[in-house]
């Protein structure tokens, strides 16, 4: 079945040791997006990838970075995690930009950050 | 930017009884709607989408929205709730002003008793 995976489901680091998060697609889409979902909260967008096409959200701290080598993978890396950090990270991809268009998300990725 | 409002972050109903999610949006066009489904430690899953082509939306496992642009509401119903409804919901509105990404709405944990 075509699908968006999430590598780890679970990962713990420390304070400040950086981690990357890993996710693939076997849906071809176009677009893939990370979010951010603290506990009671509505996932947050971090950024997203239109193709190889980068778009950072205003308020997306520095010490979060994405990578997008090629259409079925992207990373997310946090450069110096902090308590705050701590998290359910989920990806996300979507055929296109359009107005219409359904997002199909990962299982997610929690990260606990000690 | 347009919003998306949940009222009502915890619902609680019996198993067979109807279940009612609400949801209003502001949106200066008229709106993509969407609601999501969250199981506990997953990623969203797609319920059902309105995009202008008939105002009441069936979706997946019987639930069903109506749009009503007079109230600017897209609630969520289902006639009779399962033990295997319980979950947090999103309404999400995709935002022409934001790039066409997903606003989501604060979300609404269901419960359902026995």
């Known amino acids: 079945d075509a699908m968006v995976i999430q590598n780890p489901r679970y990962q713990v680091t420390q304070f400040g040791k950086p981690v990357t998060l890993s996710c693939s697609q076997t849906?071809?889409?176009?677009?893939m997006y990370w979010y951010q979902q603290k506990s009671s909260q509505a996932p947050k967008l971090l950024f997203h990838y239109y193709d190889k096409d980068f778009n950072n959200e205003a308020d997306t701290p520095d010490n979060f970075q994405s990578r997008r080598p090629n259409t079925s993978f992207c990373f997310l890396d946090i450069r110096s995690p902090g308590l705050g950090d701590a998290a359910m990270y989920l990806c996300?991809?979507?055929?296109?930009?359009?107005?219409?268009?359904?997002?199909?998300f990962g299982p997610g990725t929690r990260l606990t950050v000690l | 930017a347009q919003s998306v409002t949940q009222l009502g972050s915890h619902v609680s109903v019996s198993e067979g009884a109807l279940v009612l999610l609400r949801c209003n949006y502001s949106s200066s066009v008229p709106p993509y709607l969407f609601w999501y489904v969250q199981y506990p430690n997953q990623g969203l899953q797609l319920l059902l989408k309105y995009t202008s082509a008939a105002t009441l939306v069936k979706g997946i496992n019987d639930f069903e929205a109506e749009f009503k642009k007079s109230e600017t509401s897209f609630h969520l119903t289902k006639p009779s709730a399962h033990m295997s409804d319980a979950a947090e919901y999103f309404c999400?509105?995709?935002?022409?002003?934001?790039?066409?990404?997903?606003?989501f709405g604060g979300g609404t944990r269901l419960m359902v008793k026995p």
């Open positions: 996300a991809t979507s055929r296109d930009r359009g107005v219409y268009n359904e997002q199909f």
């Open positions: 849906l071809n889409h176009n677009v």
């Open positions: 999400a509105v995709s935002d022409r002003d934001a790039g066409n990404m997903l606003t």
